[in-house]
């Protein structure tokens, strides 16, 4: 009930391709869906989020879609830049209390130039 | 708005030794919460805090403890420690009240290396 699928675990995009990664969860009571971008050496920072009264969200060249019949979300990267060369989270939440968020296991995502 | 600030921000500790993490969450956000982050394991829940109390605390041995002080900060100590220790610790706070949204905004991580 508590798990949460992510993949890939990792890509490689060419530039200006499109980057996308999927969640795929269990629990239905997860009212908030973030993706979480992590640089090395720095802490996680949020990315976008989406709540599941509505099934996509945009913000700039970054995209979420939520299908909440066959419980996952994805993260769509539109025209994929080196900058955006990170590790993404998805990270689902229920109330919230921090322990109630489950993260996925990271998708390594390399852009090459 | 300053960000989560955690200290210190690199250390280095030999097996056996304690060592305490310290950090500041933004500005009114009422919640503190620490995780481990390691290549093997991902992201794992520590413990959270609330209102100067332990709220939730996850699967780890009691060498691990934390607290939280009136003004929202918080520290978490780690005894004896070992070499599986040797990890980043992120700490995070949200604002935490209904209505308010659940976002929660990590710090930069202390680096652990255990020897």
């Known amino acids: 009930q508590q798990q949460v699928k992510q993949s890939p675990q990792s890509l490689i995009v060419q530039k200006g391709g499109i980057s996308i990664i999927n969640c795929a969860y269990e629990?239905?009571?997860?009212?908030?869906f973030p993706w979480y971008q992590q640089f090395p050496g720095k802490g996680p920072a949020l990315l976008i989020a989406?709540?599941?009264?509505?099934s996509e969200k945009k913000e700039g060249r970054f995209t979420i879609s939520f299908n909440k019949s066959a419980k996952q979300f994805s993260l769509h990267i539109m025209d994929s830049q080196p900058g955006d060369s990170a590790t993404y989270f998805c990270a689902p939440i229920r109330g919230s209390s921090a322990s109630k968020i489950i993260f996925g296991s990271g998708t390594r995502l390399s852009i090459r130039p | 708005k300053a960000g989560v600030t955690q200290t210190p921000r690199y250390l280095i500790k030999t097996r056996g030794q304690q060592v305490t993490l310290s950090c500041s969450p933004i500005?009114?956000?009422?919640?503190v919460s620490w995780y481990q982050q390691t290549p093997g394991q991902g992201l794992q829940f520590l413990f959270e805090y609330f209102s100067e109390t332990q709220r939730n605390k996850g699967n780890f041995p009691g060498r691990f403890s934390g607290r939280q002080f009136s003004n929202s900060r918080s520290e978490m100590n780690v005894s004896t420690l070992e070499l599986g220790d040797s990890a980043l610790y992120l700490c995070?706070?949200?604002?935490?009240?209904?209505?308010?949204?659940?976002?929660?905004?990590f710090g930069e991580g202390s680096w652990l290396t255990v020897v």
């Open positions: 629990n239905t009571a997860f009212d908030y």
């Open positions: 500005s009114g956000h009422r919640s």
């Open positions: 989406i709540r599941p009264d509505v």
């Open positions: 995070a706070s949200s604002v935490d009240r209904p209505g308010q949204g659940n976002t929660i905004y």
